[in-house]
Structures are given as structure tokens and as C-alpha cells.
């Protein structure tokens, strides 16, 4: 079975390598045929490549350990639902679903073209199939599923730190995102290939942008709740290199989904947007590189591999052709007008990708920082997360005032009456907000309270653009006010999805804020009937009580914990000892209050007299952070969903020809 897989993958690189030979042969030549043989390459490549998953989770299941990636990160006593997760546990079962992703979006982004991009499609298959092979390449040389070893009688099992249920949708959310930028890429660079670089090429990647900046949202988000329930550090975001490598192409993404409104409306920052589209997907394949390379040291990175050269080569060829391709094409890029003031939504726009590309950059320099120093001086000096915080406060205070100051402000020009009429109420919100933290006695944080002001302006901006929509199509007609509400966002949704994920990374802020400015940590050395106080909380250590698992040993302390003088039972932080494994991991016993606020508790440590090392931290509206989430998910969505009118409407306001187009095969 082993051969069948590895000939599996060998085939699809060879019909990828055929994809790009027959789509450049067919957009030079164009030649149907070609054209046609080359997408029938890609449904060849979908089909070996599933011939391939199939065999490789096969293995897995049946604890087939004569495979060396099953032996080395699966075990017989895994329980079954990690043993689903450790497919993309390993190096190669990891390249291997993100090789499965990139061929189904593909065929998908294929199929959109079928009508108004025809002449990009055979670009469009031959960059695509270019990205696949190199993937595939990867996966028959150095890092293939199905090499194999004399089976030993058991497996080395899973790290314990991936023995989690968020382990089973973050990394696949992920790998959406990164493999998702692959196709705006393929897009815009098969567009300029092409010599079309009107507004069509825009229309059809930002759907897909969306797509895999939504996955890449949720997968950061899904990932800090996984590091904050398992880890045990008592945070949700360290600023840890691999958790910046995803970061940095959703900060550019975001800027693109921004930027391009503005080419679609005014026809402006066309060489801007196809930059920081190909920047979106070469810093995708940048995070890739850090996590597999083993170049920098993380919780989530592979062991270090011969495999980062594979992508540096690819990291190259990317920047260098996308480049070279800007350059050629700089003629067809010119802005079809100016920005006329500083004072207009436009320019809005510009300053806040500006600030966007600018803090990707500094989140960048971080990470890049320790290579170069060891590079020039032999010694590796790391960056803290005080460089990292400095960045996000100086940068993303601006980006949340941008938020609330877009909407307020008019295309082309704004008067000072409209600005000074459509200021006044957010502003004094704002004000109010920031005085209320003070009187409160949260003025500790000068980043708090300015961030909470801010928050509040941009808040009360984006709610009152859904109260003067909503009471002007109920003034119009006999809509009630949920209908007028509802049809308000029906008629425009990716307007008001964009306010709804503005909502959401509101909330994020505030929960993050309120959770890292504003906690309260205590830790102790504890022995039975000891009590430890963080904050309103009151934490008595009454024992240990061991138990088995299915493929683990715990021993918990057991705290019986109070909340401003009541009672909320018993806390159990335990430490796991997995045999097969042979290493340990924190299991952290976290209390929700109804005002949002966890109580955490963390065991680091069992003296063998029975007293406990103990760290507790009350974070309060640390729930937001994930109530976040689910906001974001509908903002997404609403942005997402289908519109016709809408892409009709811009197509016919930018192209060249009409919507229809030909089919191609």
C-alpha cells in the first residue's frame, strides 16, 4: 500500500507538471485542446491525490506501523479521535492535507472562470499547477507519507500538547487560510500574464481573499483558545513565532480586502493591490517555511528538516516573478484618478493599510530579528513581547480610530459640517467611555483607557450606521423595524458584513484588553488546607487525587474555590503523565463568571509531601475574546454570501467587455 501511495503522488507531480506545460502552451498558442488536457490534469491530480489520503489514514487506523510517520506520531492506546488528528500532526501528513486543499480550491477557482476571466484560464492553470507541484514535490522527496521501516511493536503516540479537541479544526482552519491566498495570487498573476488587469480579476479574488482571511481568523483564534486552555501559561497569545506567522499575511490580506474597495470604486491603488496580494501569499509560504524548517524554536513547529531550502527557492521565485510581472505591467496599472483630499474616505483607506502593512512589517522584523543576528554575529538574540506590544498599541490604536472614521467620512471630499455633524456623537462616546475607566479606577493602563475610548467611538460610528439605514427604509415604507433591519443588510451585505466583523475585532480588543491590563495573578507553594487569594477569588487546597486515563496517568490538586465570598466548587489543575509518550502535560482548571471573567488555575508542580506550586489568575472579560469569534464568523459570512446585483453592477462599471464572456472547456 505503501507503493500505491508513493506512485499515487509521483503521478499527480508529473499531471501537475503537465498542467503548467499545457496551460503555458495554451495561452501562448491558445489551443483549446491544450487548455482542455491541462484541467483534465487537475481532476487527475484530485484523483491520486485521494487515492493517497485514503491510503495514508488507513494506516493510521489500523496503527499500520510499518509506515514511519504513523510510528512516530501515533500510538495503539491513542484514543481514536486523536488518531484522526494526527494525520496532520507529522511534517508529511500536514503537507499532505494542505496538498489536498490547494488541488479542490483549485478546481473550484477553475470552475468560477468558466465565464468573464476565459482568457486568464490557461495562466490560471499553469500558476496553480506550478504551486502544486511544488507541494507534491515536497511530498515524493523529502518529506513523503508512505516511507517505511521494519513496524515496531507500538508507536511513539502524539505529543501530549496536541491531544486536544481544538487540534481537530485549528490547524485544518489554517491551512485554509494559507492554501486559500494561493488562488487571488494565481489570479492576479494570471491576470497580468494575461494583459486584463481590469476590475474582473478584483471581483473574483476578493471572494476568494475573504474566504481564507476568515480562515485564517478563525485559526488564530481557535489556536489562542487551545494555547490558553493547554499550554498553562495563563495567556492566549505569546507572540510566539509561528503564532506571527500567521498573523502577518492576515494583517496584508486585510489591507487588500480594504484596498480593493477603492479600486473598485474609484479606480485607484491598482499596483498597491496586486502587491499586497502577492505579499499575502509569499509571507503564507514565509510561515510555512518557519514552521517547518525548524529554522526557530516553538511549541508549534516541526522537528528542524532539510525541507526550509525547498522554500526559500520557493519564497524567491515567488517575490522575484511577481516583481519582474508588477514592472512589465506598470503601463496598464495607472490610477484612473487622485486622491483629492486627506479628508476623504479614499484616504482613509491608504493610511489604514498603511498602518496594516506597517505593523506586519514590524511583527516581521521580530520574528526575522534572531536569524540575522546570528547570521552577522554567531549569537541569536531574541525579541521579547514588549517590542511586539509597543507595535500593536502604537499601530493598532490607530487602526481601530480608522474604523470608526471611515464611515463618517465622504468619498472624493468631506466638509467640516459633515464632519463636525457626523463627529459629535462618537466622539462624546468615546470621551464619556474613557472618563467612565478612570472613575472606575482603571486608569493603571493608559493603553486601556485609550483603547477603551477608542473602542467606544468606533462602536457607537458602526451601530448608528445600522440605525440611520434601518429608520430610513422604515421612514420609506411599511416595513416594521426588524424587516427594515434585516432587508438593510440583505440589500448590501458586504457592507454591513464588514461593519459586523468590525463589531467582532471590537469585542476581540476590549476582551483582550480587559484580560491582559486588568487580571489579577497570585501563586504559591500550598499544603493541605492552604489558601491562596487572587483577586475576589479565594483558592483552599484540600488533596491530590490520582487517576488513570486511557493513555495517561493524572494527579490533580483539588481547590475548593470561592468568588466574592460564594462558593463555585471545586477547581482541579492536574498534570498528565503519558506513558508511551514519556512526557507530561498541564490540563488548566478555568471557572467562567456570568460577567465574562475566568478564574484559571494552574498545577506547576507536586512536592512528594503533597504540597502544590500553584498560579492563579482572575482575567476579567476574557470571554469576549471568543464571543469574537462567532461575530467575525457572521461578518464573514454576510461578506461572502453571493451577490449578483453587486458583481454585475462592478463589472459593468470597470470591464472592457460584456459580463457573459466565452466559456472555455
Known sequence: ??????????????????????????????????????????????????????????????????????????????????????????????????????????????????????????????????????????????????????????????????????????????????????????????????????????????????????????????????AYQEIGWGGFWAWDPVENAALMPWLVATAFLHSVIVQEKKGMLKVWNIALIAGAFALSIFGTFLTRSGILSSVHAFVASDIGWYFIVALALICGGSTVLILWRLPMLRADQRIESVASREATFLFNNLLLVGMAFAVLWGVVFP????????????????????????????????????????????????????????????????????????????????????????????????????????????????????????????????????????????GAIGSSAYESRAEGLLERGQTLTVGDATLTFRGVEETDGPNYTQRAAVLDATLGGSSIGALEPARRAYTREQ???????????????????ILDGIRGDGAVQIKAFYKPLVALIWLSGFIFVLGVVLCVWPDARERRRILRRYAEEPLAGEAGP
Not at 468606533?458 to 445600522?466: D, M
Open 1 to 226: 500500500m505503501a507503493l500505491v501511495g508513493q506512485g499515487a503522488l509521483i503521478l499527480a507531480l508529473l499531471l501537475a507538471v503537465w498542467a503548467v506545460v499545457a496551460g503555458l502552451a495554451a495561452a501562448t498558442g491558445r489551443d483549446a485542446r491544450l487548455l482542455r488536457s491541462a484541467a483534465l490534469a487537475l481532476w487527475g491530480i484530485l484523483a491520486l491525490v485521494a487515492v493517497a489520503v485514503a491510503i495514508f489514514v488507513h494506516a493510521i487506523v489500523t496503527h499500520d506501523f510499518s509506515f514511519s510517520v504513523v510510528a512516530s506520531s501515533t500510538s495503539r492506546s491513542l484514543p481514536w479521535g486523536y488518531l484522526i488528528t494526527s494525520a496532520w500532526a507529522s511534517q508529511a501528513g500536514s503537507l499532505l492535507l494542505w496538498a489536498s486543499i490547494l488541488i479542490v480550491f483549485s478546481l473550484l477557482a477553475l470552475r468560477a472562470t468558466r465565464q468573464g476571466l476565459a482568457e486568464i484560464r490557461p495562466w490560471l492553470i499553469a500558476i496553480l499547477g506550478a504551486i502544486l507541484a511544488f507541494f507534491l514535490l515536497l511530498l515524493v522527496v523529502p518529506a513523503s507519507p508512505f516511507a517505511t521501516q521494519v513496524a515496531p511493536p507500538d508507536g511513539n503516540g502524539l505529543n501530549p500538547a496536541l491531544q486536544n479537541p481544538y487540534m481537530a479544526t485549528h490547524p485544518p482552519a489554517l491551512y485554509l487560510g494559507y492554501v486559500g491566498l494561493a488562488i487571488p495570487f494565481a489570479l492576479a498573476m494570471a491576470s497580468m500574464l494575461a494583459g486584463r488587469v481590469d476590475a474582473r480579476w478584483v471581483v473574483a479574488s476578493r471572494r476568494w481573499t475573504l474566504v481564507a482571511w476568515g480562515f485564517l481568523g478563525i485559526g488564530m483564534l481557535l489556536g489562542s483558545h487551545w
Open 371 to 510: 536569524l540575522l543576528t546570528e547570521a552577522i554575529g554567531s549569537v541569536r538574540e531574541t525579541v521579547s513581547s514588549p517590542f511586539y506590544e509597543f507595535f500593536a498599541i502604537a499601530f493598532g490604536i490607530p487602526l481601530l480610530l480608522l474604523m470608526g472614521i471611515g464611515p463618517l467620512i465622504a468619498w472624493r471630499r468631506a466638509s467640516l459640517v459633515q464632519l463636525r455633524r457626523s463627529f459629535l456623537w462618537p466622539l462624546a462616546a468615546g470621551l464619556l467611555a474613557g472618563a467612565g475607566m478612570l472613575a472606575l479606577g482603571l486608569g493603571s493602563s493608559w493603553a486601556g483607557v485609550a483603547t477603551g475610548s477608542v473602542c467606544a467611538f468606533t462602536a457607537v460610528t458602526i451601530i448608528s450606521e445600522f440605525v440611520r439605514g434601518t429608520r430610513a427604509r422604515h421612514a420609506l415604507g411599511d416595513e416594521r423595524w426588524p424587516t427594515a433591519f434585516a432587508r438593510l443588510i440583505g440589500k448590501n451585505r458586504r457592507r454591513y458584513g464588514g461593519y459586523i466583523v468590525h463589531l467582532g475585532i471590537i469585542v476581540f480588543v476590549i
Open 583 to 601: 512526557t507530561t502535560s498541564n490540563e488548566v482548571a478555568i471557572h467562567t463568571t456570568l460577567a465574562g471573567g475566568d478564574l484559571m488555575v
